[in-house]
């Protein structure tokens, strides 16, 4: 290669370099412009502090529209803490026939006792016979006393029966139920439940929880059914545990309906006490972070802070608060994971100024 090509190549060399800072030094302005206008469509209008602690953003109301940032007022809830269990539909062919033994063994002991009402004038009679002159035979009288006596004692053996068939069913079904069951005329309740118009539930509830009564609601429905809960009547205490639960049983009545013999349902009873004041977070308004629930709680017309929530108890279409927001409180349903990308874009910003 001669010497003039050499030069040739060198100012070539030359020419390009400088055609490319020229690009450079002229096409910054744009770029920059470019790339800011797209990232920072919000920055223009809004700022985040740090006030008490919580990240603060202001949001001109404009820009909230522009963004499609609404938001609603939280309206008073209450809440009663409740307990959730398990139960099954209880059979009642033990108690229907222990029923009917007791009723057999109480027109026994009726039978008899008309019976001694004849045997005992009878003696009466012979005996005052006797005693006049000797009318009948001392041992006529002996045989109406011992007929009388022995009915008497049939009496009390019908007596001792129907009263260990009355122990029997309350031992098993405790006492509100063995009083439905030992009426000679069913009552209203019992009839209910010989005619399958209701049925007869064993709920479990936990060692510590409160014990229920018939003005502590509780709702069944069958297990892993998908269905609208059925609301059940408290009857008593049971004497007899599940085999397959560990707790404090109950029984409950509830209509039939789909419920059968043997089915096991779930259980949610309304635990006694005051109901919690508070109000329902709205599942819209939640946004997550660092495994946690946040909103934004709107403090200014054009100010919204952070705030961590609860979302131990679901109520409804969100989880019920008692504590941390208030009713009546704006908080945002639409848009807040706008600002908290937003927030969170500051905070790396100021990082890299640092």
Do not use: C
Request: no cysteine; glycine share 6%.
């Amino acid at each position: 290669m001669n010497r003039k090509t050499a030069i040739i190549i060198a100012l070539q060399t030359l020419i390009i370099v400088i055609l490319f800072w020229v690009l450079v030094f002229y096409g910054k302005d744009e770029y920059e412009a470019a790339t800011s206008g797209h990232d920072d469509a919000i920055a223009n209008t809004s700022h985040v502090t740090t006030e008490n602690g919580a990240a603060t953003i202001t949001l001109s109301p404009d820009s909230q529209q522009q963004s499609g940032i609404t938001t609603t007022a939280l309206k008073a809830a209450s809440h009663h803490v409740s307990v959730s269990s398990f139960g099954m539909v209880i059979g009642i062919e033990s108690l229907v026939e222990l029923r009917t033994r007791y009723l057999a063994a109480k027109t026994d002991a009726n039978v008899v006792r008309a019976a001694i009402a004849n045997s005992q004038q009878e003696y009466q009679r012979l005996a005052q016979l006797n005693h006049d002159n000797r009318n009948v035979s001392d041992r006529a009288v002996a045989a109406a006393e011992a007929a009388w006596k022995a009915d008497e004692a049939k009496l009390a053996a019908a007596e001792t029966a129907a009263s260990s068939i009355r122990d029997s069913i309350r031992q098993q079904w405790g006492d509100i139920l063995a009083g439905w069951a030992t009426q000679s005329t069913p009552g209203e309740m019992m009839q209910s439940l010989l005619q399958y118009r209701e049925v007869l539930v064993q709920v479990t509830l936990p060692f510590d929880s409160a014990t229920p009564n018939k003005d502590t609601p509780l709702f069944i429905e069958p297990a892993g059914a998908q269905g609208k809960a059925i609301a059940a009547t408290f009857v008593s205490a049971s004497p007899l545990t599940d085999a397959t639960l560990q707790g404090k049983t109950f029984y409950y009545r509830a209509p039939a309906g789909n419920l059968r013999a043997g089915m096991r349902v779930t259980a949610r009873l309304s635990a006694p006490g005051s109901a919690t004041s508070g109000v329902i977070v709205p599942q819209t308004a939640v946004v997550w972070y660092a495994n946690k629930a946040w909103i934004y709680k709107r403090q200014a017309a054009d100010k919204f802070v952070r705030q961590h929530v609860s979302t131990d108890i679901e109520a409804g279409d969100g989880w019920f608060n008692s504590s941390g927001v208030a009713p009546g409180e704006e908080v945002i349903t639409s848009g807040a994971q706008l600002l908290l990308s937003e927030e969170f874009k500051y905070q790396i910003k100021n990082e890299n100024e640092d």
